[in-house]
């Protein structure tokens, strides 16, 4: 992983983060639509964050 460039895209992964927390913030059946709604958008900060396809990984693959 490139460091330099984790440290450019910090601020848009923070922000997408806090977007999550904000979007999960409900509460009973109402938080679990939330955080299913949430997961693909989760994956797709994580894969921007690292800079690479995670799902597409074997390791990653493996795990889930």
């Not at 997961?39 to 390791?59: C, K, M, T, Y």
């Amino acid at each position: 992983m490139n460091w330099t460039t984790f440290l450019f895209k910090l601020p848009m992964v923070i922000g997408g983060i806090v977007g999550i927390i904000d979007k999960v913030r409900a509460s009973g059946a109402d938080k679990k639509a939330a955080v299913l709604a949430v997961l693909p958008e989760s994956i797709a900060l994580a894969e921007f964050s690292v800079g690479r396809d995670l799902l597409n990984d074997p390791a990653i693959a493996q795990l889930l």
